[in-house]
C-alpha cells in the first residue's frame, strides 16, 4: 500500500503549535492588563478560537481563495470599524456605561500589544498563506475568527448598558464586518486547495 505524504499544515510541528497557543494567550493577557477583562475575554474568543479552528481544520486553502475576503475585511476593519470606533469614543463609552475602567494611557507596551502584534501578524498572513506556512494558516483563521466572533460584542453591548438597546460604538461598521469574517472563515474551510 503506497503511503499518502502528509501536508505541511497536516505537520504542525509541537514548536509551532507552542508558539501559536502562546501568542493566543499573549494578546488577551496584554488586552487584560490595559483593557479589564471583558476586553481580554472578547481577544481570548477570538485568538483561542483561531487557534482551535487551526488545529481542527487541517487544510492549506491557497491564498487566492481568501485574498479578496482578507483584504476586504482588512479594509473595513481600519478604515470604517476603527475610525468609528476613535470618532465615536468606543473605549470611553464601555468603560462609562459597562466596565468602569477608564481608557488606558498611551505606553508603549499598549502600541506593541494591542496594535503592533495583531496588525503586524496580520499583515504577514498573506505572505505565510502563499508559502504554505502553519503560522500564516492559524493567522488566518484568528484574523477572520475575530472579526466574525468578537465584533458580534458590538451588538450585545448594548444589553449591558442597563439602557434601552441603541447603537453603540463601532455597531455601524460591525455589521458589515462580521460577515466579513465569516466569508472569510469559510474560504478557509471551503477554499482551493493544492
Known amino acids: 500500500m503506497k503511503k499518502v505524504k502528509a501536508t505541511n499544515e497536516n505537520q504542525k510541528r509541537p514548536s509551532v503549535i507552542a508558539i501559536a497557543f502562546l501568542f493566543s494567550l499573549l494578546i488577551p493577557l ?9 476586553i481580554a475575554f472578547l481577544f481570548l474568543l477570538g485568538y483561542l478560537g483561531g487557534f482551535a479552528l487551526w488545529l481542527l481544520v487541517p487544510r492549506q486553502t491557497l491564498w487566492s481563495s ?3 475576503p482578507y483584504w476586504t475585511a482588512f479594509a473595513i476593519y481600519l478604515f470604517l470599524h476603527k475610525v468609528e470606533e476613535n470618532r465615536m469614543k ?28 495583531p496588525l503586524g501578524s496580520w499583515l504577514l498572513i498573506p ?16 484574523f477572520f475568527t475575530s472579526f466574525a466572533v468578537v465584533e458580534s460584542a458590538h451588538f450585545v453591548f448594548p444589553l449591558l448598558t442597563g439602557e434601552p438597546y441603541g447603537y453603540f460604538p463601532g455597531m455601524a461598521s460591525a455589521i458589515i464586518l462580521v460577515p466579513a469574517g465569516l466569508w472569510g472563515m469559510y474560504r478557509l474551510w471551503k477554499g482551493k486547495v493544492k
Open 30 to 38: 496584554i488586552g487584560y492588563i490595559y483593557t479589564g477583562p471583558l
Open 66 to 68: 481568501i485574498r479578496v
Open 90 to 117: 468606543f473605549f470611553e463609552v464601555l468603560g462609562d456605561k459597562i466596565t468602569g475602567i477608564p481608557v488606558p494611557e498611551v505606553t508603549p507596551l499598549l502600541i506593541l500589544g494591542l496594535l503592533v502584534l
Open 127 to 142: 505572505y505565510l498563506v502563499k508559502h504554505k506556512r502553519p503560522l500564516g494558516y492559524f493567522l488566518a483563521w484568528t
